[in-house]
T-cell receptor, first 114, second 115 residues
C-alpha cells in the first residue's frame, strides 16, 4: 500500500541533544513537507522540498535542519538550538505544480524533551 | 503571505443535527485551492473535502459540503446528520495554484458531538 511512514511514533530528547525524525513515502511524490503542531496553533511549516537535493525554509525553520538525498526520504533533525522542541511533528507529501491535490500525511511523531 | 482564520475554537452539536464550521482566508492570488482536513484523536490528518477557486460550484462529499464565497474569501464547512465519528479537530487549509510551498492552515476548530 502507498503511503507515508513516520518513525518513531514517540521520541524523548534530553536537553542539548540533536534528534532525527524519519519520514519515508512511496507515493512517488516530488514534494515533501514538515509541519509542527502545538495546541491551539494549528500546523506550521518548518521546511519543504520540491525536488531531491533542494529544500526551502518554512515559517519556523530556526533550530531545525533537513536533507533530501532521495525522493522517498525527508528526515528532520531537531537541533539543540531549538528552544522549545516539545511538539507533534507531521510529515506530508504531495504533487507540485498546478494539480492542486491535497497533501498526504504521515501519522506523526510526538517529541518530548525530558 | 496567505493567512487562514478559523474563528471558532470549539463547536458542539447534537448527534444527527447539522453544524457549520467557519473559515476565512486572505490572499492576493486569484487561483488557489482550499481544503478541510479532519484530525481525530488518533491525530491522523484526513482530507474531508477540497475546492478549486476557479469552480463556482460548491464541493460536496456525502454529508459534507462547503459554502465557498470567493469575493468574501470565505470557505465554511457544513456537516449534515452529524455522527459520533465526526468528533475531531477540523482544519481549514489554503494552497496556491503552484502549490510549491505547501498548505497554510488555520488554527482549527474542535468539534464535539453530543449523543
Amino acid at each position: 500500500d502507498g503511503g507515508i511512514t513516520q518513525s518513531p511514533k514517540y521520541l524523548f530528547r534530553k536537553e542539548g541533544q540533536n534528534v532525527t525524525l524519519s519520514c519515508e513515502q512511496n507515493l512517488n511524490h516530488d514534494a515533501m513537507y514538515w509541519y509542527r503542531q502545538d495546541p491551539g496553533q494549528g500546523l506550521r511549516l518548518i521546511y519543504y522540498s520540491q525536488i531531491v537535493n533542494d529544500f526551502q525554509k518554512g515559517d519556523i525553520a530556526e533550530g531545525y535542519s533537513v536533507s533530501r538525498e532521495k525522493k522517498e526520504s525527508f528526515p528532520l533533525t531537531v537541533t539543540s538550538a531549538q528552544k522549545n522542541p516539545t511538539a507533534f511533528y507531521l510529515c506530508a507529501s504531495g504533487i507540485t505544480g498546478g494539480a492542486g491535490t491535497e497533501a498526504f500525511f504521515g501519522q506523526g511523531t510526538r517529541l518530548t524533551v525530558v | 503571505a496567505q493567512t487562514v482564520t478559523q474563528s471558532q475554537p470549539e463547536m458542539s452539536v447534537q448527534e444527527a443535527e447539522t453544524v457549520t464550521l467557519s473559515c476565512t482566508y486572505d490572499t492576493s492570488e486569484s487561483d488557489y485551492y482550499l481544503f478541510w482536513y479532519k484530525q481525530p484523536p488518533s491525530r491522523q490528518m484526513i482530507l474531508v473535502i477540497r475546492q478549486e477557486a476557479y469552480k463556482q460550484q460548491n464541493a460536496t462529499e456525502n454529508r459534507f459540503s462547503v459554502n465557498f464565497q470567493k469575493a468574501a474569501k470565505s470557505f465554511s464547512l457544513k456537516i449534515s446528520d452529524s455522527q459520533l465519528g465526526d468528533a475531531a479537530m477540523y482544519f481549514c487549509a489554503y494552497r496556491s495554484a503552484g502549490g510549491a510551498d505547501g498548505l497554510t492552515f488555520g488554527k482549527g476548530t474542535h468539534l464535539i458531538i453530543q449523543p
